[in-house]
């Protein structure tokens, strides 16, 4: 009972904060760098696979909107992937409980979530540097954020579709077995 309260407990606040994030102003939310940026879309919400694609939406930003960018990823979007890593934890072990797996590959499913986060700061420190040092270039970094950004959002992705395929896979199968009990 306790796991359940606990998944349910995860699962709420991920979604509040996901909800909030995305939705609600407030300082560092995306429509508050909306706001701030007159409309900037965010280099991990649309990747510019260019570091001049990239440096011209930061100069696009303007001052307020790479302020606000700077704040945003040192609050919010630290706040983000790690209100959600128990959820995805907790998502991933749920899934994983009727299969009887070897250690190597429960580890590595259990490691997707954990990867995703990883990235998603990785990528946050990486958009960190870039504003801070702005408007030198750093074409290199600017370079490898969009995989980073890639990455993290495949990352995320399997860190949810990994698990509900095996749930839904173990739904029906339990489904089939009851159908076939019966008389």
Do not use: C
Request: glycine share 6%; proline share 7%; aromatic share 10%.
């Amino acid at each position: 009972m306790r796991t359940r309260k606990a998944f349910v407990i995860a699962g709420l606040w991920a979604f509040l904060i996901v909800v909030a994030v995305h939705f609600i102003q407030f300082p560092g939310s995306v429509p508050d760098f909306n706001r701030a940026s007159d409309g900037g879309i965010l280099l991990d919400a649309s990747p510019a696979f260019t570091p001049d694609g990239i440096y011209d939406r930061l100069t696009g930003y303007g001052e307020a909107g790479r302020r606000n960018y700077s704040f945003r990823n040192v609050t919010i979007d630290v706040l983000l992937p790690l209100s959600v890593l128990p959820f995805l934890v907790l998502l991933i072990r749920r899934a994983l409980a009727p299969y009887a797996l070897g250690p190597v590959l429960r580890g590595l499913l259990l490691s997707v979530p954990v990867a995703y986060v990883v990235f998603d700061l990785l990528e946050n420190a990486s958009v960190l540097a870039l504003l801070a040092n702005y408007p030198e270039r750093m074409n290199v970094l600017a370079a490898s954020l969009p995989y980073t950004t890639l990455v993290k959002r495949a990352a995320s992705l399997l860190a949810v579709g990994i698990p509900l395929a095996m749930l839904s896979f173990e739904f029906i199968r339990r489904k089939q077995l009851l159908g076939v009990r019966r008389p």
